[in-house]
């Protein structure tokens, strides 16, 4: 599993290659917290490359959508499978995030 | 047809990944439900895992979780034990899904493992042991 983090534009895109599950969330956590400390403010999570996500790594999407949107920034999730997109409906996160099915999408809505 | 893995780690949440990968390519080409091993086993897993070593084990890294994994005609039964003294399923597990709940960070984690598999349990055993079954028809 890696995080690989860049800027286009205004925008920080995260993409998560692997597993977001218990064993890294907190990796993801910080290095996006580091972030938002710099003054970003739009974030992009792309899940094209992911395998799956735990209850860990849907946590600490949940604080995060919190702790930037308490800064005024904006969090959106892109490119969720169909596996992925069951775990958030299951848990009706679905309700809480801005999921696009692209990338490009999910830069436009910002 | 009746395959069987049984694996044994330290409680410590890096070895969470390679049982998942092992249990998946153990049952890697058994006719299992769709999604069986691309999304319910390997949450539903990830889940037992992390509860037994967080929770069960106190993340004591003297504490041994053990997997078995027995595939059936009629079933993939997923077991986890870890040295806990047990929790009580009915009241352990809460609606994550309910407004009040859906901005917490935590508390998903045994409603997925339900919510995946077709059937979950807890028993005690000389430890804890969680029960994941998924019907293969």
Do not use: W
Not at chain 1, 50 to 68: A, E, P, Q
Request: net charge negative.
């Amino acid at each position: 599993m890696t995080f690989s983090m860049r800027k286009q534009g205004d925008v920080t895109i995260v993409d998560v290659d692997g597993q977001l599950i218990v064993g890294n969330r907190q990796e993801l956590k910080q290095r996006v917290l580091d972030e938002l400390d710099k003054g970003e403010r739009k974030f992009l999570v792309d899940f094209e490359k992911t395998g799956y996500i735990d209850s860990s790594g849907l946590g600490v999407l949940v604080s995060l959508s919190k702790k930037i949107r308490e800064q005024g920034g904006a969090l959106r999730l892109a490119n969720l499978n169909d596996d992925l997109r069951t775990l958030f409906e299951l848990t009706k996160l679905d309700t809480l995030f801005d999921i696009a099915d692209t990338r490009q999408r999910a830069l436009e809505s910002f | 047809m009746r395959v069987a893995l049984e694996l044994e780690i330290p409680s410590d949440v890096c070895h969470i990944e390679h049982v998942v990968s092992e249990v998946t390519a153990c049952c890697a080409g058994l006719a299992l439900p769709p999604r069986a091993l691309t999304l319910r086993v390997p949450v539903a897993l990830t889940e037992a895992l992390a509860n037994a070593i967080r929770y069960g084990n106190r993340a004591d890294v003297s504490k041994r979780v053990r997997v078995r994994a027995v595939v059936s005609d009629v079933a993939l039964v997923l077991e986890v034990h870890d040295e806990g003294p047990g929790f009580d399923l009915g009241r352990c597990l809460r609606d994550c899904t309910v407004p009040a709940a859906r901005e917490r960070e935590d508390g998903r984690g045994l409603f997925l493992m339900q919510a995946l598999m077709d059937r979950l349990e807890h028993s005690a055993d000389g430890g804890s042991v969680v029960r994941m079954t998924m019907f293969r028809a």
